[in-house]
């Protein structure tokens, strides 16, 4: 079979652009991958991992106090909160003594919800802007795995309230956690979209 100049060239450029669209994935993949395991180190840090189990026995003892007294979590985390965020901000005022003052930081409540939260915002970040894959995401970081985000929102809302008393500025504060939050909302969305994805035939087919 006779082929044409022009049929050459079209099967050539065909090729060239599989061959591109191929080395674009790969090169992609390495630069991911970088990003991902910073994003799981930092996961699975001893200061992540001791902030998430604290967290996580906080809401559960808040829980079972709110069914206790016949009240939602939110009532039970706008008292417990304020009380314990305060007298730690207290103690570390007071505190003149610089190592001291430091490990009363890292001790404190406060600071435990912002490591977490910080990494959940940076989390979003990464998924926001296409730097990783939905996939490579969401199989780590599941719905179920961001169910804490919950409690962080509450308490986030609650030191948002003790900043702006302090600072005098409460609508700007509240208003900019709120919107802040609202990340977090849409990671957690789009980490549910994503599961039932997962879960449809194309979802499976696509994952493979």
């Known amino acids: ?51 998430l189990s604290i967290l996580w026995s906080y809401k559960r003892k808040w829980k079972k106090q709110a069914v206790e007294e016949g009240k939602t979590l939110k009532d039970i985390v706008s008292v417990e909160y304020p009380s314990i965020a305060n007298f730690e901000e207290n103690n570390i005022d007071i505190e003149q003594d610089y190592d001291k003052k430091l490990n009363l930081i890292n001790k404190s409540l ?11 915002y940076y989390l979003y970040e ?12 969401f199989e780590y ?6 169910d804490i985000i919950e409690f962080l929102k509450l308490i986030e ?40 994805k997962k879960k449809s035939f194309w979802g499976r087919l696509s994952a493979k």
């Open 157 to 196: 809302m609650e030191q948002a309230k003790i900043f702006a008393k302090r600072d005098d500025k409460k609508e700007g504060y509240i208003d900019a956690t709120k919107e802040l939050l609202k990340k977090l909302d849409r990671l957690r969305d789009a980490s549910f979209e994503y599961s039932k």
């Open 126 to 137: 990464v998924f926001e802007y296409k730097i990783l894959t939905p996939r490579m995401i």
């Open 1 to 51: 079979m006779d082929f044409g100049y022009e049929t050459v060239a079209i099967i050539f450029s065909i090729l060239a652009l599989i061959i591109s669209y191929y080395a674009y994935t790969i090169s992609k993949r390495q630069l991911h991958q970088p990003t991902l395991e910073y994003l799981r180190r930092d996961y699975r840090s001893p200061e992540m991992v001791l902030a």
């Open 141 to 146: 970081w599941d719905y179920d795995t961001l």
């Open 110 to 120: 406060s600071y435990q919800r912002r490591l977490v939260i910080t990494f959940y």
